[in-house]
């Protein structure tokens, strides 16, 4: 093992610094082999001239987590174990243990688990530390001494567990960013285990050695270069800036610059160059921005701290070409109008400029700044034209802009009319008969059924209380009795109503419906539905009634009575 650990040791030292060991291990996990001077029994007088007990060399091992808080301290927890030895202890006789004295072998084992600061060097190739961990210790050495020397009559066996601390120090040698060596760690151990044999203090000594992950290693920054020109496009003669810009720099670093490429001028190790642009033809050029740091004259020694091939480009431009913007006033307009069309555009050499338009739809007249459009003959939507101007040099730009022209704005959506009523509370004997009352209202709507042949009617009819109340009582009957006949009035007055305008106004039939609703009265309300109309969203609340079921009632006058006064009443 120390062969191959000094052999570790002199390669990379002939390597020289790995890129690495400037960070540190966020963590540390370590496996190791151990080897335990365990004084279990310290070598004293017994009796006054006997010697007692003996010490046990174990051979073990076990582990370690460290949690690094920064590249020197560290909190370290440790947990390490020792197989079992047997030696011989011997008590004399005469002894107050044990009169008859005895030689027994003593099984020796113990396990360790501790926890504490690690202080060290957690960067470079050689790591030494130093610790302080304290925890506790078990152990059965003292339980089975006691058990085997026959001192049970002492009592209780002693405890198997034990406070524990150890002070030591050790050296890691890095071989790689996530693995190191650690060729030795020497350590004092301390125990107290209570075993009434001895002292209650076990002073030991211990040796280990093994191996290390290291983890959460960040990996080193990486010096980068941005190359950029504060001009994209320029024309001959005018000067161009150039400015390498880095990033991930160690601050306690210095930089050189390195900016080369067509027309520089004024570099010198400096973050900014300037470029002549009076003798470079016209087209893209590039320029190249390079960037190292380190010490003074030791610039770029490590990969992470070279940075190359930005760059940034320009263009040397002949001429620049003219800028238009169009637009057009209104923007929407009625079919047959006209718009004023604006141009305006600019040469940055002032060039004499030449105006034409176009349109995707209608004409666009006029040759200067300004034009005019015409809708005549385009359909209706939108519009796109297009603004266009050119130099004497034969650039070219061009701008569009858009109008709309307006659809005319459909018709009003046709709704539900609400006529005349019809009132059927005065004919007490006939509450369903249309009278001649209703003739006035039944007049004007054949009038407007007749005036607008699309148009249709809805008559909607109503009943009281009373009338819907022995509607009910003739529907229970007709559950029990099969044959009974149910009273729908509001039904009956809408049928009726419907039969004088067919019958007595020529109306089609088919161009008049008939409805109820639950408005409480003895009515029949008219409703003249113009083509296009929906009834059932302007008037709600209404039910259809069923033609086959309600059948119209034939108008009778009253027969005549015997007072003149009545008589005429029964006449209307």
């Given at each position: 093992m120390k062969l191959t650990a000094a052999l570790v040791v002199v390669a990379v030292t002939l390597t020289g610094p790995p890129a690495w060991s400037q960070e540190h291990p966020k963590a540390e996990v370590s496996v190791d082999y151990s080897f335990l001077h365990f004084q279990a029994f310290d070598y004293e007088s017994f009796g006054g001239k006997y010697e007692f007990g003996q010490a046990y060399n174990l051979n073990g091992g076990g582990g370690s987590f460290v949690y690094n808080f920064g590249p020197i301290i560290g909190l370290k927890a440790e947990f390490q174990g020792y197989a079992s030895e047997t030696r011989t202890v011997v008590v004399p006789p005469g002894n107050a243990f044990n009169p008859a004295g005895a030689s027994v072998g003593v099984e020796g084992n113990i396990f360790t688990?501790?926890?504490?600061?690690?202080?060290?060097?957690?960067?470079?190739?050689?790591?030494?530390?130093?610790?302080?961990?304290?925890?506790?210790?078990?152990?059965?050495?003292?339980?089975?001494?006691?058990?085997?020397?026959?001192?049970?009559?002492?009592?209780?066996?002693?405890?198997?567990?034990?406070?524990?601390?150890?002070?030591?120090?050790?050296?890691?040698?890095?071989?790689?960013?996530?693995?190191?060596?650690?060729?030795?760690?020497?350590?004092?151990?301390?125990?107290?285990?209570?075993?009434?044999?001895?002292?209650?203090?076990?002073?030991?000594?211990?040796?280990?050695?093994?191996?290390?992950?290291?983890?959460?290693?960040?990996?080193?920054?990486?010096?980068?270069?941005?190359?950029?020109?504060?001009?994209?496009?320029?024309?001959?003669?005018?000067?161009?800036?150039?400015?390498?810009?880095?990033?991930?720099?160690?601050p306690k670093l210095g930089v050189v610059y390195s900016i080369s490429g067509d027309g520089i001028t004024g570099a010198n190790n400096s973050a900014t160059a300037t470029v002549n642009t009076a003798n470079l033809t016209p087209g893209q050029h590039t320029v190249k921005c390079d960037a190292k740091e380190g010490k003074p004259g030791k610039e770029g020694a490590k990969p992470w701290q070279v940075a190359t091939q930005s760059t940034a480009t320009f263009t040397v431009k002949e001429f620049e070409p003219p800028t238009i913007s169009c637009s057009v006033n209104p923007t929407t307009i009625k079919p047959g109008d006209s718009a004023t069309v604006t141009a305006t555009a600019a040469s940055p050499q002032n060039r004499p400029l030449t105006y034409t338009y176009s349109a995707s739809a209608g004409n666009v007249t006029g040759a200067g700044a300004s034009a005019t459009y015409s809708s005549t003959g385009a359909p209706t939507g939108p519009v796109s034209i297009t603004c266009n101007v050119a130099d004497d040099k034969g650039h070219n730009a061009s701008s569009n802009t858009s109008l709309t022209i307006l659809a005319p704005p459909p018709p009003p959506q046709p709704h539900a009319q609400a006529l005349c009523s019809i009132n059927f509370e005065n004919d007490k004997k006939r509450p369903m008969r249309v009278d001649n009352e209703a003739k006035a209202c039944l007049d004007e709507v054949a009038l407007d059924l007749q005036r607008q042949s699309d148009a249709r009617e809805v008559l909607v009819g109503q009943s009281n209380a009373k009338e819907r109340e022995a509607m009910e009582k003739q529907r229970k009957y007709a559950e029990l009795h099969k044959k009974a006949k149910v009273d729908d009035f509001a039904g009956q007055r809408a049928v009726n109503t419907k039969d004088y305008l067919v019958k007595e106004k020529g109306i089609d039939p088919s161009r008049i419906s008939v409805a109820t609703s639950a408005t409480d009265g003895q009515k029949v309300e008219d409703y003249l539905v113009p083509a296009g109309a929906n009834f059932s969203s302007d008037v709600q609340g209404t039910t259809p009634v069923d033609e086959t079921a309600v059948k119209p009632q034939e108008r009778k006058p009253l027969p005549q009575r015997h007072h003149a006064h009545h008589g005429a009443a029964a006449s209307k």
């Open positions: 688990y501790m926890f504490g600061p690690q202080f060290g060097k957690r960067r470079g190739i050689f790591r030494p530390y130093g610790q302080a961990l304290f925890g506790g210790a078990h152990s059965d050495v003292y339980s089975k001494a006691y058990s085997n020397l026959g001192f049970t009559q002492f009592g209780s066996a002693p405890s198997s567990n034990a406070f524990a601390m150890d002070f030591g120090a050790g050296l890691d040698i890095a071989v790689s960013p996530r693995f190191s060596i650690r060729p030795f760690e020497a350590s004092y151990l301390y125990t107290r285990f209570n075993n009434h044999l001895s002292s209650e203090n076990q002073n030991s000594t211990r040796f280990l050695a093994g191996v290390v992950f290291n983890m959460g290693i960040k990996p080193p920054l990486q010096l980068t270069v941005a190359c950029s020109a504060n001009q994209t496009s320029v024309f001959p003669g005018e000067p161009v800036t150039v400015t390498a810009t880095v990033g991930s720099q160690d």
